[in-house]
Structures are given as structure tokens and as C-alpha cells.
């Protein structure tokens, strides 16, 4: 696909004393994501919003510091995918740490029973006979399942980050900072996040109550779960405001430390990587692909097991499953993908990857064969590839009476407001949806396919313009020759941590390419020279659209990160290369 280079309005940097120690190309690029005082790039601790606006969190905080003290039996539902299973993890370990004898997790078979707290999973509950039922990373749409709860006597604390319906479940608190009347600054706040600010102030609660001074119990540093906030955060890929930085930040260093959870360093080890030189990038592309295999083929227990484990030992034998789990998806993901290409050449008769006017602007993709728990991803690889809003299905049954569809989105679309008025305008086509602005989930009756395809494809026209359809590469500009170094990259690498609108710093420049070839069969290697000097660079070019035309490279034009290669010891710097053109 012909992509657009746009370069960021980027103001020159003014000489000042507190700047001074921070590289000129970084400088540019913190200005030019909002960042306008060095004060806002210290991430410490202290620099957390405070629980004061968090609605509905002094409720929860009471109910929970009860059933601590009364020694009552809490049942934690999480969701199966990587903010689930991180946050399930952080509400286990910390009501353990600060006293809790009697503290269960259940994470729905998304198979079998989907996601959130539904009346079926309550009915599951029972066997757990829990007073207190907590819900991490959902609930905020559970309605009926709060309902069947309350009527069993249980009570109900919901933590959830995801946007809520017109109607609340009649919980005895919810925390959500999206929840209507809610002040909480960090409206962005991952699943994960919620949890940790939850029992953050719960230990504020039992220490007010004088229950550590009592019973004798230290009281925790919770910091020590930031791991996995850390990890939940960036996998979820939720926007990383200032708040999410100082969490994500927070928990890296944590981790280069060598002080997160075993089994984060054990999933960390089996993909290769060194911890003590994590980045972000590296939870959201190594760590959470191989923990989310788990809930997309198997059953999340497994990796939140992986999370709880304190043997190092037992922690590196489930990430070496979770490992082969991830193997196993790669390959169901590529055979999904390649269907999916030939769908798209079937809606799109010109069979032009260059011209695509004849496709929907809201993209609906479906095959019987396809998996269930790998529709979220090949919904994402096909909005990458085409650049337009995706939903891809998959039978939830046998019979295909229904379907189970994950949507992805771009710039311009609202995702899950998209799939409201969807409903709104044709309300028998939807029979249930959640999410964010960006990725959604969804169920509808199989019968009624090609009407919500339709349905959604002229609601996407309604709100986008051919503009939006144009994938944009955002540069920040060309890195100096003295500048194109390891040492650039070594300094971008842990200057972030960069995520979801804070991207990493991408660049642009003019090269001529000395040689191009192809290797591992999808993948494009060159050697290139910065134009005008003897400079040779490195580059690669993941899955490469110039397979069987490298030859044609002669001078191009690239996107690209700066990134450290290291073989034998010896370190080089290599492009990661977002986009090219022969020029």
C-alpha cells in the first residue's frame, strides 16, 4: 500500500540550562509530543495522580478492607487477555500481601462463555461460595451477571476501564474512571491500572483501621507489582498519558533491575531478550503475544499462573508452554491472514494493492474454518494492511448460529460509538458489544452477516472521508549524519517508554541502497548510504511488500526507527524500516 510521509510540525529547540543535558533530536521529539517542561519526565512515584477523584473507590475499598479483616471469601473474575491476566494477578497478590487467607480468581473460557461477569460465569462462581465477587479489567457492562450475583447475597465490587453503556450494573461499588460523574484524571487508565490504584487505597484503609499494627502483618510495598501494571498497560495499548508513563515507567525499571515476578522474566528469557535491556516495545511484541496465547487457544489460567508463580523454576516450564502456545498462533495467524488476503481481492475487483476504491470503507471479514480467539489479531494485521476500520468473525459454535467478531480501528473512527449507532439504527443486528475507541468486541446472530457488514460500512462512510483512508507515516524529521549512530538509538530506546500516543520517535531520510535482498522469504535486507556521504547503514524491512522487486531499489526514500544490532559482540546500528519508496 502507497503510504504518505508527514513530517511533525516540530519548533526549534530554544538553548535552557534544564535541557541542557538531554540530547537535541530528543528534545525535538518529547516538544513534539506535548512534553514542555523536564519536570514532566520524571517519573516518579510521587508524581502519581492521586485516588481523590477516583469515583466509587472509597466504597470498594471499605467493602474489601471487611472481608480482609472478617477473613471472608473473595473471588476475583478477570478477562483472558493480557490487562485480564495482569490484573488478576495484582488484585490476588496484593489482598494476599495485606492479609487475605481466603482469595480465588476465575477467568472466563472465552469459548464457552465469553467475556465478562455473565449470569452463567455467576453460576460458575457459586462453587467458589464467595461473599465478595470482584471484577478486574470488566463489569461495567454486566448487568444481568451483577443481577444473578446480587440475588445469590454476594456482594459486587466492579474495577473496569472500558466505556460504559447507558444503563450501570447495580453493583455495591464501581470504580472505573470512564464512569459517568468520575474526576479521575487518567480517563486511560488500563484494566490493570485500576486495580492497582484500588488497592492502593484499600491498604490505606486497613491501615487507618490499625489491621497491620494488629495482627502484625508488614505492610506491603505495592511497587513491587508494577511489573505487571507495566506489562498490562502496554499490551492493552491504551493511550500512555502522563499517568500511564510514571506506571509503565515505573515497572520497567523494576524489571531491568531484575526485580519483576519470575515469571515475566521467564517469559522475557524464552523469547531471547535480555531484561536488563527491556523497552516498552518489548512487553507489547514479546511478553504479551506470548501471555495472551494463552487465553486465545488455551485457557489464561496458564498464564496468570505463569504470574503468580514465585518458583523460578515451575515459572520458566509455563513460559515455555505459553511459548509453544504463541508458535501455535503464529501459524494459525498466517493461515487466517492469507484467507483473509483472497476475501479482500474477492471484494475488491480491481485486485490492485495499490487501488483499493472498490473495498468498504468498514471492512467485515468471515470464514467458518477461522479461530475464535485469533480474530482480534488478523482484524489488526488487515486494518495495517489496508488501512481502513476491520471487524473480523468467527463461529462461536459449531452450527455458526453465532458469530464472534474483534474490531480494530483508525484515526477518525470511534470504534465503539461506530458499533452504537449500529445498534442504535438497527437494533435486531447486534446482540451484544464493548470496547474502546480503537478495538471492540462483539457478537451477532450468524444469519445476519452481510446486513451488519452493510450496516457497519455505511455508518464508517457517515464518519470518515477519503482523507482518513490515506495511511500516513508520521516522521519526526531527519536525523543529522552525526546523529545516525548506536549511540541515538542505544539513548531513544529507554528515553520512553513510548506506546499508544507516545509513539516512538520515527524518522526520514534519502538513501542509496548498495545491496537488497531478501531473507527468511518475507523480509528485505539492505545496505544503504546516506546520500551525499560515505556512511553505510544497515536496514530490514519486516514482511516486505518488495519480495521479487528488490532489484528495482536503486535510491529510496525511508521511514524509519533508529535500533541497535548486536552479533558477536559487537554492536551496529540498524533501520527498522517502517516504509520505503523508490524515488
Same mark, same amino acid.
Given at each position: ?12 529547540? +530554544? ?64 478477562? &483472558? /487477555? ?29 469459548? %464457552? ?56 450494573? /447495580? ?28 488497592? #492502593?487505597?484499600?491498604?490505606? %484503609? ?5 489491621? &497491620? ?35 509503565? %515507567? +515505573? ?24 531484561? =536488563?535491556?527491556?523497552?516498552? #516495545? ?16 488455551? /485457557? ?45 481481492? %474477492? ?68 470504534? =465503539?460509538?461506530?458499533?452504537? =449507532? ?10 451484544? &458489544? ?94 544503504? +548510504?546516506?546520500?551525499?556521504? /560515505? ?31 548486536? &552479533? =558477536? ?15
Amino acid at each position: 500500500m502507497q503510504k504518505k510521509i508527514v513530517r511533525r510540525n516540530i519548533e526549534p529547540v +530554544q538553548a535552557s540550562a534544564s535541557w541542557a543535558h538531554i540530547p537535541e533530536f530528543l528534545q525535538r521529539a518529547y516538544k513534539a509530543r506535548g512534553v514542555n517542561t523536564i519536570e514532566e519526565l520524571e517519573y516518579t512515584l510521587s508524581r502519581l495522580a492521586t485516588t481523590e477523584h477516583l469515583k466509587g473507590i472509597a466504597a470498594a475499598s471499605k467493602i474489601l478492607a471487611d472481608a480482609v479483616q472478617h477473613q471472608r471469601r473473595i473471588l476475583i473474575v478477570g478477562d &483472558f /487477555d493480557c490487562d485480564g491476566a495482569t490484573s488478576t494477578s495484582v488484585a490476588t497478590l496484593a489482598l494476599k500481601m495485606m492479609g487475605a487467607t481466603s482469595v480465588d480468581y476465575l477467568v472466563p473460557n472465552r469459548f %464457552e462463555y465469553g467475556y465478562g461477569l455473565t449470569p452463567e460465569i455467576v453460576e460458575v462462581a457459586k462453587a467458589f461460595s464467595p461473599d465478595v465477587l470482584v471484577t478486574v479489567d470488566n463489569g461495567i457492562a454486566s448487568c444481568e451477571g451483577v443481577a444473578a450475583a446480587n440475588k445469590l447475597g454476594i456482594s459486587v465490587v466492579v474495577t473496569d476501564h472500558h466505556l460504559p453503556g447507558n444503563t450501570l450494573p /447495580d453493583a455495591d461499588a464501581i470504580v472505573n474512571p470512564n464512569q459517568p460523574g468520575c474526576e479521575f484524571i487518567s480517563k486511560s487508565a488500563a484494566g490493570v491500572g485500576v486495580i492497582f490504584y484500588v488497592m #492502593s487505597d484499600l491498604r490505606r %484503609e486497613l491501615r487507618e483501621s490499625l489491621w &497491620f499494627e494488629r495482627t502484625g502483618i508488614v505492610e506491603p510495598n505495592l511497587a513491587s507489582l508494577l511489573d505487571l501494571v507495566a506489562l498490562g498497560t502496554i499490551a492493552d495499548v491504551v493511550p500512555l498519558d502522563a499517568n500511564n508513563r510514571i506506571l509503565v %515507567e +515505573q515497572g520497567i525499571r523494576r524489571i531491568r533491575a531484575g526485580k519483576a515476578r519470575p515469571g515475566i522474566l521467564a517469559l522475557i528469557d524464552v523469547a531471547g531478550k535480555d531484561y =536488563r535491556n527491556l523497552a516498552a #516495545s518489548d512487553l507489547g511484541f514479546v511478553v504479551g503475544p506470548r501471555l495472551n496465547a494463552a487465553g486465545r487457544l488455551d /485457557d489464561m489460567s496458564i498464564g496468570i499462573e505463569c504470574l503468580l508463580c514465585d518458583d523460578p523454576l515451575k515459572a520458566r516450564q509455563i513460559a515455555l508452554r505459553l511459548d509453544e502456545l504463541n508458535q501455535e498462533r503464529k501459524q494459525i495467524e498466517g493461515e487466517m491472514k492469507a484467507h483473509a488476503s483472497v476475501l479482500v481481492d %474477492e471484494l475488491n475487483q480491481t485486485n490492485s494493492e495499490s487501488d483499493n476504491s472498490a473495498l468498504p470503507w468498514g471492512m467485515c471479514l468471515y470464514d467458518e474454518t477461522w479461530h475464535q480467539g485469533v480474530i482480534g489479531i488478523l482484524a489488526s494485521r488487515m486494518k495495517e494492511k489496508f488501512h481502513r476500520p476491520v471487524i473480523a468473525f468467527a463461529p462461536a459454535d459449531d452450527d455458526c448460529v453465532e458469530l464472534k467478531g474483534s474490531a480494530r480501528s483508525i484515526a477518525g473512527l470511534h470504534i =465503539r460509538d461506530a458499533l452504537d =449507532r449500529v445498534a442504535t439504527r438497527y437494533p435486531s443486528l447486534l446482540s451484544k &458489544f464493548g470496547g474502546h475507541s480503537m478495538a471492540a468486541g462483539m457478537t451477532i446472530a450468524g444469519k445476519n452477516y452481510e446486513a451488519f457488514a452493510h450496516a457497519f460500512d455505511e455508518v464508517v462512510r457517515e464518519e470518515l472521508d477519503e482523507s482518513n483512508l490515506e495511511a500516513v507515516i508520521v516522521s519526526d524529521g531527519e536525523l543529522a549524519v552525526h546523529e545516525l549512530n548506536v549511540s541515538t538509538a542505544e539513548v531513544l530506546r529507554k528515553a520512553g517508554p513510548w506506546g499508544q500516543n507516545f509513539l516512538e520517535p520515527v524518522y526520514d531520510g534519502v538513501f542509496e541502497v548498495v545491496q537488497a535482498r531478501i531473507v527468511g522469504a518475507k523480509h528485505l535486507k539492505l545496505l544503504l +548510504q546516506v546520500e551525499g556521504t /560515505d556512511l553505510l547503514i544497515d536496514g530490514i524491512e519486516f514482511n516486505s511488500d518488495w519480495v521479487g522487486r528488490e532489484a528495482e531499489l536503486k535510491k529510496v526514500k525511508v521511514a524509519y526507527r533508529p535500533d541497535v544490532n548486536e &552479533f =558477536r559482540g559487537r554492536k551496529s546500528l540498524q533501520l527498522m524500516v517502517q516504509y520505503l519508496e523508490a524515488i
